[in-house]
Structure formats: structure tokens, C-alpha cells
């Protein structure tokens, strides 16, 4: 079946530090999604990309769809406290057989030190 | 407000016992899904539900079962067959307009 490499799979960085991380596939995706998990808590949606080589921003947050479209990257910005948490990657293939099922990386763990 | 409930948020369980974990949406989406989450590790697809009345089995479907009775709703039953259950559980739905799922809060299940 399909997988995702996401790397690094822990960070620790200081409070100000950009932070950089990515998924590879085996195969491609129609669709990236990047999503952050704190403790207890369920995966809430950050950026969603539909195109390859697509660049998309939200706040301090960049994502891009790899032109391969068999990669993806999120870069945070100027990391803050409020940016721990376990950041997700997901591919998502759409046809007749897979439907809406998604492909998910096993977790990129950040920790930000003030 | 429109989204995903779970209930309820802790869940105990005790051995031969089976129990529901309840997922409701009302956010009018068709496809809903069930993955299990254990520490340290990635979420795994247990069964997902594409329209009303059909589901299909996904990676790690032993020992859960599921109904879909009704659109809002996609309850998990985690039976006396799954042998290591003690996971957080979290509930999705899909946004087909958006391409992309949406979760809810998630259950936290323990063995006794």
C-alpha cells in the first residue's frame, strides 16, 4: 500500500527559530493536507493543497505541494510557545476504488523552547 | 455550531467487555471514518463509511465493528475481540467541497 515518510520525526528548537519539515510518497497524491495535534486533543486542518507546486500561507505557516506531487513540505515561522504539538501530513488520492480515504505520516513531534 | 462530537471523552473497559464509542456530525457530510491512535505513532484507519448503510474495512478492522444508520451518526463498537485496545480513538468526516477531513476531539479508551 501507499506510505509517507515524514522527517524529522521530533524538533527541538528555541523560541524565534523557523522550523522546517516534509513528507515523501511512493506514489501521488491529488491532495496534501498538514494538520497539528496537541495532547488529547484531535488533528485540526492547517493548510490544504490542491495543485502541484501550489504554495499556500497561513499566518506563519507555508506549505507547498511537491511538482512531483509526490512530496510536500510546512515551514513555520518565527516559532512561538503555542507552536507544540505533533504535526501531521496526509495525502489523499481520489478514484473509483480509494474514495476519500486518506494517507497519513507518522507525526513530526515540535517542541519550542522560550 | 457545526462539527464532530465524541463521546465520551474517557472510556473504560473491562476485560470480555464490549463497548460503543459514539461519533455525531452535523456538518451534512456523507463520508465518515474511525481511526485509532496509540502513543507516539500516526493514526490507522479501523473502518470508514462512505453513504448511509454501506462501510468498508480499513487497515486495522479486527476485532471493531461499525453501523450507519443515519448520516450524523457513526458509532464504534471496540469488541472483546480486539485484544489491545487501551488507544485514543478519533472520529472524522469529509468535506467533499473543502477535500479534506475534519475531526472530532477524540476518545481515550482503557482496559481495566
Known amino acids: 500500500g501507499q506510505q509517507l515518510n515524514q522527517s524529522p520525526q521530533s524538533m527541538f528548537i528555541q523560541e524565534g527559530e523557523d522550523v522546517s519539515m516534509n513528507c515523501t510518497s511512493s506514489?501521488?497524491?491529488?491532495?496534501w493536507l498538514w494538520y497539528k495535534q496537541e495532547p488529547g486533543e484531535g488533528p485540526v486542518l492547517l493548510i490544504a493543497?490542491?495543485?502541484?507546486?501550489e504554495l499556500t500561507s497561513n499566518g506563519r505557516l507555508t506549505a507547498q505541494f511537491g511538482i512531483t506531487r509526490k512530496d510536500s513540505f510546512l515551514n513555520i515561522s518565527a516559532s512561538i510557545p503555542s507552536d507544540v504539538g505533533i504535526y501531521f501530513c496526509?495525502?489523499?488520492?481520489?478514484?473509483?476504488?480509494?474514495?476519500?480515504?486518506?494517507?497519513f505520516g507518522e507525526g513530526t513531534q515540535l517542541t519550542v523552547n522560550p | 455550531d457545526g462539527g464532530i462530537t465524541q463521546s465520551p471523552k474517557y472510556l473504560f473497559r473491562k476485560e470480555g467487555q464490549n463497548v460503543t464509542l459514539s461519533c455525531e456530525q452535523n456538518?451534512?457530510?456523507?463520508?465518515m471514518y474511525w481511526y485509532r491512535q496509540d502513543p507516539g505513532q500516526g493514526l490507522r484507519l479501523i473502518y470508514y463509511?462512505?453513504?448511509?448503510?454501506?462501510?468498508q474495512k480499513g487497515d486495522i478492522a479486527e476485532g471493531y465493528s461499525v453501523s450507519r444508520e443515519k448520516k450524523e451518526s457513526f458509532p464504534l463498537t471496540v469488541t472483546s475481540a480486539q485484544k489491545n485496545p487501551t488507544a485514543f480513538y478519533l472520529c472524522?468526516?469529509?468535506?467533499?467541497?473543502?477535500?479534506?477531513?475534519?475531526f472530532g476531539p477524540g476518545t481515550r479508551l482503557l482496559v481495566l
Open positions: 493543497l490542491y495543485k502541484a507546486g
Open positions: 463509511s462512505q453513504i448511509v448503510n454501506d462501510f
Open positions: 496526509a495525502g489523499q488520492l481520489r478514484g473509483e476504488t480509494s474514495g476519500s480515504r486518506l494517507t
Open positions: 456538518l451534512n457530510h456523507d463520508a
Open positions: 506514489s501521488i497524491f491529488n491532495t
Open positions: 472524522a468526516s469529509y468535506s467533499s467541497l473543502q477535500e479534506t477531513q475534519y
